[in-house]
């Protein structure tokens, strides 16, 4: 079956140290990756996304996603985290139009002072 | 341009009562995605239209839900009779479709409980 896994449930990071959120993906073909931020009370906004071309995608609020089909990942990075990044992060994936985006559990960010 | 807006925000029913929750989607988006938010179960999409027309429906729990979109700009999803597991935060997103990959824009969502 199609799908995203993001085996961290939550993560705990201090200000301004790095951050790696994990998805695994698991698609026939190379699927189209998405990252979604929800704060609290809010909806899901888009970060960034991945369709083919360069490996390494940018997205906003300074965060990147790097495309691995050896690994069959697509993790969420960001070099310095900001308190203000604390959220909940999701991945997710379609193989394209007309198809339905399959989200991963989520990723609770906490960020410390 | 406002976004995906979705009414009302918050609602609070009893058991067996009736709710119907709204969407208007981006102007020009064809596609449109009903998504339910549980702690237990996470997102789950319930149905998706194209052109205004149901494709999939496979998620949607029970005969006690519908959706309908009878034009482009606004959709309903309707709960009768109601119940407390229906408790959950409901998404509406609209995407452009066509050629490529649905790049979805997410309404802030309507709460709902159900006592």
């Known amino acids: 079956a199609q799908s995203v896994t993001q085996p961290d449930i939550h993560i705990t990071v201090s200000e301004g140290a790095s951050l790696e959120l994990r998805c695994n993906y698991s698609?026939?073909?190379?699927?189209?990756l998405f990252w979604y931020v929800q704060s609290p009370g809010q909806g899901l906004q888009l970060l960034l996304k991945?369709?083919?071309?360069?490996?390494l995608v940018q997205g906003i609020k300074g965060f990147e996603a790097e495309f691995k089909r050896s690994q069959s990942s697509f993790n969420l990075r960001k070099p310095s985290v900001h308190w203000s990044d604390a959220a909940e992060y999701f991945c997710?994936?379609?193989?394209?139009?007309?198809?339905?985006?399959?989200f991963g559990t989520g990723t609770r960010l906490q960020v410390t002072l | 341009d406002a976004g995906v807006i979705q009414s009302p925000r918050h609602e609070v029913t009893e058991m067996g009562q009736e709710v119907t929750l709204r969407c208007k989607p981006i102007s020009g988006h064809d596609y449109l995605f009903w998504y339910r938010q549980t702690m237990m179960r996470g997102l789950e999409l319930l149905i998706y239209?194209?052109?205004?027309?149901?494709?999939?429906d496979s998620g949607m729990p029970e005969d006690r839900f519908s959706a309908k979109m009878p034009n482009a700009s606004f959709s309903t999803l309707k709960i009768q009779p109601s119940e407390p597991r229906d408790s959950a935060v409901y998404f509406c997103a609209s995407s452009p479709g066509s050629s490529g990959a649905n790049v979805l824009t997410f309404g802030a969502g309507s709460r709902l409980t159900v006592l």
């Open positions: 991945y369709f083919s071309g360069d490996t």
């Open positions: 698609y026939g073909a190379t699927p189209y």
């Open positions: 997710a994936g379609n193989t394209g139009t007309a198809s339905k985006l399959t």
């Open positions: 239209f194209n052109n205004n027309v149901p494709i999939d």
